[in-house]
């Protein structure tokens, strides 16, 4: 079972939803980094349900963080952060019935029932908040040199917000101010309509998250199999939601000319390049260019829902309708973003240490 991503800076998971607690730890990191709980806890609360149309399954993500900081300072040492989990009700929870696109069955063939199905167990989202308190920790090391990381909603159901604009820095300052992450606040509240109506009905909705780095250094990543690309894609598929993923202009340069989906180049005054459009999303030969590294992900809806559903049960073995209880966010568009920077800032982490050192992000 691999739950560690990273060579340098590295991050590995544990804990269930409805265990004693969820963590994470965080080896690699510089001495002398600052770890701010102040700013820990305001990426925790970007992630916890915040009323309107999301579970009511409120933790309070009262965080400890048991080793590999002193004074405020990571020691260099692994650093390990617990989460508690108290606000469960595991009754709510059988063994046997699968639901439908949820990992319950794929969990039973791979650990012959002898998984914690309570809350989705090790496969919750709840083992997010342990992903997004230690990237928490990254994400500020990014900023204080001046690499700048935000996520938005870009659609959801039949709701668009507008993409990221020619000013990425001045759109991720903008986000950074909002609990519902997007660029248009009344394609916002559109979008809560679009939830609250789905949840109404029993059902769930999916969408599409935007997300920009803004200050990456250019000649970051390595060509072939270790490429920026395939760092930034293998963290994202390990968010259960996200089934697909596709750079700067995408799938849309398909359709394009060669003429059209090119970067062209200039020189500029202080003798940097730099690329005059970004249908590449900020990456050629698997380093980055300079330019913001753009990316969209597919999320799909949430698989929990209320309608009656055709199932099964492998522990009886055999066909079941089933009819889901308990707590469940009838959309997660916009609790994946700050999880999504969050995991993020870790692969950028660990790809700058290995291009420039440990001690780069000090």
């Known amino acids: 079972m691999k739950n560690s991503i990273g060579n340098s800076v590295i991050l590995t998971i544990f804990g269930e939803s409805h265990g004693p607690f969820v963590g994470a730890v965080l080896d690699g990191l510089a001495p002398g980094l600052v770890v701010d709980e102040g700013f820990i806890a305001e990426c925790l609360k970007k992630r916890r349900p915040s009323g309107r149309g999301e579970s009511a399954r409120v933790e309070k993500d009262d965080f400890r963080i048991v080793s590999g900081v002193k ?22 929870y059988q063994f046997g019935p699968a639901r439908p696109s949820h990992a319950d069955l794929t969990a039973q063939m791979k650990y012959h029932g002898f998984q914690d199905p309570r809350g989705g167990g090790h496969f919750s989202g709840r083992v997010t908040a342990a992903i997004v308190a230690a990237g928490a920790i990254c994400l500020d090391a990014l900023r204080r040199k001046g690499i700048l990381i935000g996520s938005h909603i870009l659609s959801c159901g039949p709701v668009n917000d507008r993409p990221f604009g020619p000013d990425v820095a001045g759109d991720l300052s903008s986000l950074s101010q909002r609990l519902f992450p997007v660029l248009d606040a009344q394609a916002g509240e559109r979008m809560q309509d679009h939830i609250l109506s789905c949840a109404s009905e029993g059902d769930s909705a999916g969408g599409v998250i935007q997300t920009a780095v803004c200050g990456m250094p250019q000649g970051v990543g390595e060509p072939w199999f270790d490429s920026l690309e395939g760092d930034i894609s293998r963290a994202m598929f390990a968010l259960g939601g996200v089934k697909g993923i596709e750079f700067g202009s995408g799938f849309a340069l398909c359709a394009m000319k060669g003429s059209e989906a090119n970067d062209p180049l200039r020189y500029t005054e202080d003798g940097s390049i730099v690329s005059l459009s970004n249908h590449n999303g900020g990456i050629n030969g698997g380093i980055s260019n300079g330019s913001p590294i753009v990316f969209s992900l ?30 469940h966010d009838p959309a997660i568009v916009r609790r994946i973003c700050p999880v999504v920077d969050a995991l993020l800032s870790i692969v950028l982490c660990d790809c700058l240490a290995q291009r420039f050192g440990t001690d780069y992000l000090k």
């Open 71 to 92: 004074d405020g300072l990571a020691t260099g040492t692994p650093l390990a952060v617990l989460i508690p989990n108290e606000n469960v009700r595991s009754t709510d």
């Open 298 to 327: 597919a999320v799909k809806p949430t698989p929990s829902i209320f309608k009656p559903q055709q199932s099964v049960d492998f522990i009886k073995e055999e066909n079941i309708d089933l009819s889901l209880k308990g707590r």
